[in-house]
């Protein structure tokens, strides 16, 4: 951006899913079988073929949740994003910390670089089962069968008392018996301080390297992690040029680009001003003369 900006980070959503999203994952012609609950054991999951199975079904539905759209847009490919009118495509580099955002029909690049000890949160990728056949491999699905969901929706999901998974026994001659459902899980979320994959999806957290601001329990929990050699984090609530250097990349060749510098930099500061407020959360703060900060 080049010149001085601050933001406020807004108050951290609560984990919540409304009941009537659910039917998305649901197989239809299973959701209202009155079945009990039977003991299912699932195995495989470090499996080559269940590992290839879920990063192609993760793809396809672009690397984002299918209940709460939460994205991590640093797996195998770019991610998707509709910002304004403007189709964008998304890429995070974890070890640099640098955020890049691609313009379609554009030619120019956002590189949102945050300095040493920042870091965006992103969420951790589950693909879930819509059924359960027994005696079936984990991957020996068909693609209809299997859904990305986040970790928490994944968890939550499970944990819902009248939502077990339905389970099928099949038969020699193809027949397909409904023959119960799995029991729930309980699960609560938490917010482990040494685990960037419990924080919530695309916030900015802080290393704390030397325990400040702590109180309580977290002072030991967090000299305990110092023993562990694990980092320790919080979330960070000012977005400033403190933090971030944004800037974009843009290509003045006629032969590809048909547009001015002008129009190029009224989409980029559109998209950037986007992704500080509606993807990552953050808020605009005026200062004394009650100017705003951008």
């Known amino acids: 951006m080049n010149r001085m900006f601050q933001f406020h980070k807004k108050e951290i959503p609560s984990f919540e899913i409304k009941e009537d999203s659910l039917e998305q994952i649901e197989m239809a012609q299973m959701a209202k079988e009155p079945l009990g609950v039977v003991d299912v054991a699932q195995t495989g999951y470090d499996d080559q073929r269940w590992i290839e199975k879920s990063n192609s079904i993760k793809a396809r539905d672009n690397y984002s949740c299918q209940l709460c759209h939460?994205?991590?847009?640093?797996?195998?490919?770019?991610?998707?994003?509709?910002?304004?009118?403007?189709?964008?495509?998304?890429?995070?580099?974890?070890?640099?910390?640098?955020?890049?955002?691609?313009?379609?029909?554009?030619?120019?690049?956002?590189?949102?670089?945050?300095y040493?000890?920042?870091?965006?949160?992103?969420?951790?990728?589950?693909?879930?089962h819509k059924v359960y056949f027994r005696n079936r491999m984990l991957w020996d699905y068909p693609d209809d069968c299997l859904v990305t969901l986040c970790e928490n929706c994944h968890h939550y999901i499970h944990s819902l008392r009248n939502f077990g998974i339905p389970i099928i026994e099949e038969q020699s001659a193809g027949q397909k018996i409904y023959i119960g459902r799995t029991q729930p899980k309980p699960y609560m979320p938490k917010l482990d301080h040494t685990d960037l994959g419990t924080f919530h999806p695309l916030t900015l957290v802080k290393e704390n390297r030397w325990g400040v601001g702590l109180k309580g329990k977290d002072v030991a929990a967090y000299e305990q992690a110092k023993n562990d050699n694990k980092k320790w984090y919080d979330y960070q609530d000012i977005l400033d040029d403190n933090v971030v250097h944004i800037g974009y990349f843009k290509c003045f060749d006629p032969r590809w680009n048909k547009h001015t510098p002008d129009e190029i930099k009224k989409v980029a500061d559109f998209i950037i001003q986007d992704f500080i407020e509606n993807i990552l959360g953050f808020s605009k703060i005026s200062n004394e003369n009650n100017e705003v900060l951008l």
Not at 118 to 123: R, T
Request: overall charge negative; glycine content about 6%.
């Open 116 to 128: 040493s000890g920042f870091h965006l949160a992103m969420p951790r990728l589950n693909v879930h």
């Open 70 to 114: 939460a994205f991590n847009p640093m797996q195998d490919g770019l991610v998707f994003v509709q910002q304004g009118k403007f189709e964008t495509y998304h890429q995070y580099i974890a070890d640099r910390s640098s955020y890049i955002i691609h313009v379609k029909n554009y030619d120019f690049t956002v590189n949102i670089d945050f």
